[in-house]
């Protein structure tokens, strides 16, 4: 097993690449702390992670308050001992917003969930893997991360500055035996909130459109790239935004 012996903390774990990461990490020998803000969803997937022979615990966390995400640190600290691994993964979109249609409402919470809480929950977790002197980050990106025309403009945004965050982070602590990646998958099947789109900022997204498959990728094939980063089979890769798009943002 792959992650026999480590604990990995899973923000956006019920539901989506999230939880497919999560189950994926649990069958690979990892104690797991499903964190979501769903509750019931949470108890869902730790109970189907225990049926399974695995070993996890939730945490209902709001990424966005940082309350929420020192008791989901401290929850993987309390019952297993430490973090090996934090995956930043949950994150919401912005309906595709152009800039001359953005509201700062909006573009305030799309931070505050995709770039400010993956600080957040980085800063909380960085003295632990000091300490240890290991650790693994992963963020979850987008296209976005590295492309214009992927996504709206508060979620372009966010994910450049996700991609900044995991760069810098991985760099400043290359020496302390932390690593931090992130993966920018293409469109894949998950409930991310599209709510009230901008139909202009859309056409330019779905014209654009393209990979491998015509579908959106399974988060299983997410999870894999995940898997890799957080193993030691990727123990040289470090400040890398890895594309998983089936080759999207080659055009």
Known sequence: MKLEH???VITGAASGMGKAITELFAAE????VVADLNGEKVSAVVDEIRSAGGTAAGAVADVTKEEDIGRMIDTAVNTFGGVD?????????????LIESIEDELWEKVLAVNLT???RAIRKAIPLMLAQKSGVIINVGSAASITGGKGGVAYTSSKHGLAGLT????FMYAKSGIRCNAIAPGAVKTNIAITNPDMA???VFQESYGTQRSDPTDPLDIATVALFLASEDSRFVNGAIIAADGGWTAY
């Open 201 to 203: 900022g859309m056409q």
């Open 167 to 170: 760069k810098n982070v991985g």
């Open 6 to 8: 480590k604990t990995a």
């Open 29 to 32: 020998g990892a104690k797991v």
């Open 85 to 97: 691994i934090l995956v930043n993964n949950a994150g919401i979109m912005d309906g595709f917003r």
């Open 117 to 119: 809480g993956p600080m």
